[in-house]
């Protein structure tokens, strides 16, 4: 009898603990991004705050992949910061009334699109986490960022540089930031592990050291853009 009652009692102790992960319910992280060192910087347009689960491998996060838009309109990529989740496939489709050349050097994702018309869409697969830039061959203004994590707990900052990332578990994260314009020192130095309970939590304010302007960059063979020729057919918008 005594060993029974001594069972009962250690089950009871057990679901006792259990309760307080039974009941904690996903919370709204939320926080304030500042860049420093550039006035008319946007966080709107140019960060992404995001939590990683503390002590688990990247590739553990198990965020679902996600398809996404990154649209050509008026020689601009709209948006121009894209944040997706690692195996996720992005649609560049052209709104445009001329030729574009989407590519992209950097270690994020290499691709080239080649040269597409006026109403049609190439798609690409983002298989790896990592920051590419994106760029038209054609137009040298044409830019944009597309940043590729594990994590789905993420958010990109509005106007005022205020955030939110919804529905996240409670437990331990690593936070990182990503800004357009910060040295990879100091977004490493921003890197924090974040204990996040079971109610509302803020991260407070995160204060991103940022340069002013971009390099120029080269076409995607590594060289200079040419000045738009009225000869050349690929710049010419069609009757």
């Excluded at 992404?48 to 590739?59: E, S």
């Excluded at 996720?88 to 691709?111: A, C, E, I, Q, Y």
């Excluded at 919804?166 to 020192?185: E, F, I, K, T």
Aim: glycine share 6%; proline share 9%; with cysteine.
């Amino acid at each position: 009898m005594v060993w029974r009652k001594l069972a009962v009692a250690f089950a009871i102790a057990f679901l006792w603990s259990a309760l307080p992960c039974l009941w904690a319910q996903d919370v709204n992280v939320t926080g304030r991004v500042v860049l420093e060192g550039a006035p008319t910087a946007s966080p709107a347009n140019s960060t992404v705050v995001w939590l990683a689960p503390a002590g688990l491998p990247a590739d553990a996060a198990g965020a679902a992949p996600m398809h996404a838009v990154l649209q050509q309109k008026n020689k601009t990529f709209v948006p121009h910061l894209l944040v997706i989740t690692r195996g996720s496939t992005v649609d560049f489709p052209n709104h445009d009334p001329w030729f574009h050349n989407v590519f992209s050097l950097f270690n994020g994702k290499r691709f080239d699109l080649g040269l597409y018309e006026a109403g049609t869409s190439k798609p690409v697969h983002f298989d790896r986490e990592g920051v590419s830039y994106i760029f038209c061959n054609i137009h040298p203004e044409m830019s944009a960022v597309v940043v590729v994590l594990s994590s789905q707990y993420f958010a990109v900052p509005n106007k005022e540089g205020e955030f939110s990332i919804p529905s996240v578990p409670p437990g331990r994260y690593v936070l990182h930031v990503w800004s357009d314009n910060a040295q990879p020192a100091a977004l490493q130095a921003l890197a924090r592990e974040v204990q996040i309970g079971d109610s509302v939590h803020s991260v407070g304010t995160i204060r991103v050291r940022v340069t002013a302007v971009s390099a120029p960059h080269k076409n995607k063979y590594g060289q200079d853009y040419e000045p738009p020729s009225p000869n050349n057919p690929v710049y010419v918008q069609p009757q």
